[in-house]
Every structure is written in C-alpha cells, then in structure tokens.
C-alpha cells in the first residue's frame, strides 16, 4: 500500500497542457519496488507510512479506504477523510446533566412582579399556561400567596449512548438514603425479635441454645441458589453459563406447533422464517430472524450492490464501499435515463394509435372519494336533512327483483295475502304486469264488495270465525242473484225428485266431512312434531297456498277444536 496524489479532472486537465510536474507513467521496476515495500511493510519488516499527525498507518488497510477522493484536497498520507468531522458533530449535554424538577429554592416574592402569572404571580409561565386552580381574584390585584418560580428546563441534546442509558439521570443520593432507611428498618426489627426471644429463653432458662439459633438465621442459607435472570451459576464449579434466551420468555419454537411451520434450528437457537405467515406484522410477537435483514435500509443497501455489480459487468468501474457517492448519482441518472425512455416510448405510442384523452381521468382515490349524497344543513351547521343512517343489512339474500318486478315479494298486503307492490300480484312466481296489474287487483276487491254500501261505521272487532262466516253468506247471496238471472224461464222441479237431490247433497257432504276429519287429523299430527322440533331447525313453507276453507273444512276444524269452557270437553274423542 503506498501513498497515489489523487488530483480533480480540472488540476490534471491544466498539468497536461503546461506539462509540468505532470504524474508520469510508472516504469515496471518503481512499480515492482512499491510492491515490495507494501509487502515488507504487512510483514512488518518495514515502518508502516506515517500520516500528517505522526500516527502510524496500518498497512491492512485497503487502498480505496486509506485513499482520499479528490475533493477532499490532501498532499500526504492520511486517514482524517474517514473519521467523524469536528464541524458536523453537534454540541451535546454532558452525561451528568438532566431536566430539575419542581420550584427553585430560596425564598419567594412577597408582590406582584411584571410580566408575571397573572394568576398565581409566577415568572415562568402565563395565566393560559398556570396549572394553580383558578383564584377568583388573582395574585395581580391582590398581591397574596405568589407562588415561587419553577425551573426553566434547558434544552439538553443528549447523544445516542446517553439517550439509552437506564441510570441517566438518577440521583444516587436518593437512592442511597432509600437503601439506608430500609436497612435500618429491618435491623430494627431483627434487633427487637432477639430482644424478645432472649426475654422467652431467660424465663424458660435456655439463654445459650437460643442465641445460637438466631445467629444462624441472621445468615444467607439461600444466597448460593440464587442465580441471575440469564445467567446459570454453579455454585460447585465457580462458572457462569450464559444462556440465549431468559426462561421466563417465550422459546420460539413454542409460537406455532405445526409441524409444516418456519423451520427451528436447536444448535443455533435460530428460526430465520416467520411462524406466524398470512398474519399483520404489527399484530405479531415474533416475526423470524430474518426480518432484520428485510427492514430499515437493508432493501436499498442490496439493491445499490446488485446494481454495482451490474455496472462492473458492463464495464463501469464502481464501488459500493469504495465510491458511495459516485454510485448513488450514477444509479439517480440511470433511472432518470430509464423514466425518461419509458415516456419518450408512450409518447411514440399515442402519437402513433392515439388515446390521450382516455388517460387523462383523475385517478381512482378520487373517484372513489367523491359522493353525490344530498345534504341541508342549518345556519347553526345541524343537519336537516340527509346523512341518514345506513340500512343495516343482513347476512342473507336481499332485494332480489324476479320476473321483472320492481319490488320485492312480501312488499304489499291485501285480505290476508302478501304479494308485490309494483303490480299487487299474490302470486310469488307470476310475471309483473304494472299498472294494468293493480287496476285489476282493484277491480276485483271492488266486485267483491259490490254489495256492502253501508257507511263505513266503527265496530267492533269481530273473529275470524264470524269473518269467515259473513264471506261465505255474501257468496251465497250473489249465486242466488246468477241463478234468478238465468232460470228465469225454468219450471220447479217435483217435491220427490228435490228430495232425492238433497239426499244425494246430504251424502256427498258427508263423503267431504271425512276426508276434511282425516285431514285435520294429519295436520293436527304434522303440527304437533313441528312444535316438538327446535325453533331454529324447523322449515319454513313459503310456498304456502292461502286457499278460503270450504264448510267441510271449517266443520272438522270445529268438530276438533276444543273449548275450554265447555262442560263436555273431557268426555270428546
């Protein structure tokens, strides 16, 4: 290693041109003899080089450390460039110094001050910034109770050792008077326990076993088991075993038992992969060994190396360690080169095949951002009107519009049945057909109550037995009604062949009234497990058909149905 003047391109470009004193080209035989002391001086036969200050300069050291760049302006050996500058270290606090609490010792002022706590009559602060409760007549008109001036705290920088340091700022006085009063405490009372055993042993007359054995528990009989958190004492041995890890926290093959999990080293204590993989980082104690290497400035670091070696290969002589700065600018010009081909190439391509203005939205955060919900508000800034609460849905299928429909099914109610509202179908599966639809419906219900034009009268409630009822009279009435219509011109029919008829009648209604019993039984059956099942586990029919029950029906449904106020209830099948 020997000493090369490393001079700007502008101090060679001007030595060129007077040539003199300019650097000639080494001859093979000073070449040969500088190579020689370098080896002498590693094998120590030789001085080391000297620099400027008279310290000797290891010879181990690489030539692009101990070589100064150009713009550093040295003539002689030297190793100044690589140590800390005295101009850009800061002025930092002494390790002793640390913030003063409390108020300043000495006496206090006896009268308002000016520029004082307006408050309390304070110098160090303001009334907005008194922490005193507030008096109803302050100090400065009355000039009573001032209260002493607080420390200011001086502005400490402290450096990254004393940043860090647990006993910064301890005050070992404190701490040493803490110590003595629960010292003399215990002594205290171990002095009154012996006082009282020995008064014990004098009146049983056992002065001298006693004494014996409270100096025995005066000692440490536990001391040599104790050991440090970390550390493993042999108390046979006279060593100290350092472990990894403390026992009390958690080993790290212990955060997930899964066999397919990170990998767990036992002869290196190490597990380099996360255990904890598809989870937040944040959320995670231990994220694997390796998150050090992937954290901070280790991504760039690696991505400057891959590009030094990169450039070497295409023939740039750069070093990451040697030249730092000279790499960090040729890696800003390469990608200013690259951006600058990338938007030279999609110029080319829209001038070619056009479509500019479909880049120029605004981009999709904004989009997103935007909203057209209406909103009033008052001249007090309330609202009035908009910014209502959200509908809270379900985890279930909502708002499900089939066949065309614009509402859902269960939207509309009408004599007992549900249906749509869009069109008033109590249909489920029917198609919508709109407003032609609802004048249907409304035809229907009106037909239906072509009779009732009695003015509307508050009742009272009626059952459903007694609604039923009243249906089916008003059907009856309007078949009576079809059939004068239409049998104008008919002859009554002979007394034996009515009676014949209605025997027939009587017969087939007694045909219906069974199989409407069997029925009823069946559904009184079906009923009966339905309500023996869990609420939760039992079906739901939406496909139930809401049909008028005929008299055989309602009959059974009578006949089955008992009432509890009746006297023959018990004796009913």
Not at 124 to 152: M, N, S, V, Y
Not at 295 to 302: M, Q, Y
Not at 383 to 410: A, F, L
Request: proline fraction near 4%.
């Amino acid at each position: 290693m020997s000493f090369q003047l490393n001079l700007p391109p502008s101090a060679v470009a001007k030595l060129a041109k007077t040539e003199d004193d300019f650097p000639k080209k080494v001859s093979r035989e000073e070449w040969r003899k500088q190579k020689e002391l370098e080896e002498a001086r590693k094998a120590g036969t030789a001085p080391a080089m000297v620099d400027e200050e008279g310290k000797e300069i290891n010879p181990h050291i690489p030539q692009y450390i101990m070589q100064a760049p150009w713009y550093y302006g040295v003539d002689a050996a030297t190793l100044k460039h690589q140590r800390v500058q005295p101009e850009t270290m800061k002025p930092l606090s002494e390790v002793g110094a640390w913030y003063k609490r409390g108020v300043k010792q000495g006496s206090t002022a006896t009268k308002f001050r000016k520029g004082a706590c307006q408050n309390c009559g304070s110098m160090t602060h303001q009334k907005k910034d008194c922490f005193e409760r507030p008096r109803k007549i302050g100090a400065k008109f009355t000039g009573d109770d001032i209260a002493p001036d607080e420390h200011l705290q001086p502005n400490i920088d402290f450096s990254y050792e004393s940043k860090r340091d647990r006993w910064n700022g301890l005050d070992p006085e404190e701490h040493q008077k803490k110590i003595h009063e629960e010292f003399a405490r215990v002594e205290e009372a171990k002095r009154t326990l012996k006082e009282q055993s020995l008064d014990l042993s004098l009146m049983e007359g056992d002065s001298d076993k006693t004494e014996k054995k409270i100096d025995s528990d005066d000692e440490d009989k536990y001391a040599d088991h104790i050991d440090m958190p970390g550390q493993k004492f042999e108390t046979k041995q006279r060593i100290t075993v350092r472990n990894l890890r403390i026992r009390e926290d958690t080993a790290k093959y212990l955060y997930n038992l899964d066999v397919n999990s990170a990998f767990y080293d036992p002869k290196t204590r190490s597990m380099r992969e996360n255990p904890f993989q598809g989870k937040d980082q944040a959320e995670v104690k231990f994220t694997g060994d390796n998150f050090v290497r992937f954290s901070g400035d280790a991504a760039e670091f690696a991505s400057n190396q891959v590009f030094a070696w990169n450039a070497y290969e295409a023939g740039t002589d750069v070093h990451l360690q040697a030249d730092p700065t000279r790499l960090a600018m040729l890696n800003k010009e390469v990608e200013k080169r690259k951006d600058d081909f990338k938007s030279s190439l999609k110029e080319g391509v829209l001038a070619k095949y056009g479509g500019e203005e479909h880049l120029e939205a605004p981009p999709k955060h904004l989009l997103m951002a935007q909203t057209e919900d209406y909103v009033e508000y008052s001249r007090h800034g309330t609202i009035i009107k908009g910014n209502e609460k959200p509908v809270i849905r379900s985890k279930y299928e909502e708002d499900v519009y089939i066949n065309n429909h614009s509402s859902v099914w269960g939207s509309f109610w009408s004599n007992g049945k549900w249906g749509f509202k869009c069109c008033h179908s109590t249909i489920k599966e029917s198609y919508c057909t709109g407003e032609a639809g609802k004048e249907a419906a409304q035809n229907e219900i009106l037909a239906i109550e072509e009779g009732d034009e009695s003015p509307v009268e508050e009742e009272p409630q009626k059952s459903l037995l007694e609604q039923h009822q009243e249906k089916m009279n008003g059907k009856k009435r309007k078949k009576k009604k079809k059939k004068n219509k239409h049998k104008k011109h008919k002859k009554k029919s002979s007394s034996e062949s009515s009676s014949e008829e209605s025997d027939e009648e009587g017969k087939i209604n007694q045909k219906k009234l069974k199989k409407a019993l069997t029925k009823e039984d069946e559904h009184r059956k079906k009923a009966e497990e339905l309500l023996k099942l869990d609420e939760r586990k039992r079906p739901y029919n939406s496909m139930y058909e809401a049909i008028v029950p005929t008299e055989e029906e309602m009959e059974a449904w009578r006949m089955k149905n008992l009432q509890s106020d009746d006297p023959m209830a018990h004796f009913k099948s």
